[in-house]
């Protein structure tokens, strides 16, 4: 009896913690659909891997949206690479996969079009795939051809920086190339390389107040240029401070889960990371 009496115990204190992690889950859940949040992954993560087992890996660390980049083998028994060239047949191919293993495509990048029909192009597949956000980097000569495609799509287009000496790796760059053009023009902020430009996360987020469209979330070891990932919340981003400063401005968009190391076995240190982030949002 006194067996059986544990036994049972035991079970009610096993459902009782799964109540409380379903509570808890949808609670956080709740709190990142009223700050309009969405947390998602660069596939870029998972490089060394195909597209197909980079939505595995996204599933296994519980990550739901997707941002594609160019030249990743697309494997799962499709072949090519994902590329705003693919055709039609490619993209519908693609767009099944995506389906079927749950993942939503949100945004795509970063590209820099060598000209303007490319551009077009871009936009053209971009639609056609239903993504929202083209993170990219365009030349200076392209600024008022990317504003009036943003118009003609309703597609957005989020200027990346990359560290010194890049053109935008500080926020004034880009704060230059969308003045009086297109409201779908802003920024993707690289939280990681602005450290490894010398600058500080939160400040540069307060400076491009208004314009930031989505994210690339990364946390890094040290303030260097040879800086690298760790899992977040364990580095020198200030990520609350910055969580808290996107809350204040009303920010409503993706954060792209964007891990450059280890990478041939990231994803317990992703799924940290992603942890992280839940408690975070869960306390705003």
Known sequence: MIKKMSSVL????????????????????????????????????????????????????????????????????????????????????????????????????????????????????????????????????????????????????????????????????VLVAIQGRSKYMGACADIGHWVRSGMEPVDCIKQLKGHVLHLHFKDLNEKSRDAHDVIWGNGVCNMPAVLAELKSQGFKGMFSVEYEYNWDNSVPEVKESVKFWWDQVGKL
Not at 28 to 38: C, E, M, P
Not at 128 to 141: C, D, H, L, N, Y
Request: proline share 3%.
């Open 10 to 173: 035991f079970l009610a204190g096993v459902l009782a913690g799964a109540t409380m992690t379903s509570t808890l889950s949808f609670a956080q859940g709740k709190a990142a659909d009223r700050l309009g949040w969405k947390l998602g992954a660069q596939a870029y993560t998972f490089n060394h891997f195909t597209l197909g087992q980079a939505l595995e890996k996204m599933d296994s660390a519980g990550i739901e949206y997707l941002e594609c980049y160019n030249g990743q083998t697309i494997g799962n028994g499709i072949d090519g690479k994902f590329d705003w060239r693919m055709d039609a047949a490619k993209q519908a191919e693609v767009k099944a996969m995506f389906k079927a293993k749950k993942k939503k495509l949100v945004a795509y990048g970063v590209v820099s079009p060598a000209s303007e029909l490319e551009w077009e192009q871009v936009f053209k597949f971009a639609k056609s795939m239903g993504i929202q956000v083209i993170t990219a980097e365009p030349k200076r000569e392209h600024w008022d051809a990317v504003s009036s495609l943003c118009d003609k799509y309703k597609i957005k287009v989020a200027i990346h920086d990359h560290p010194k000496p890049s053109h935008y790796w500080h926020p004034d760059s």
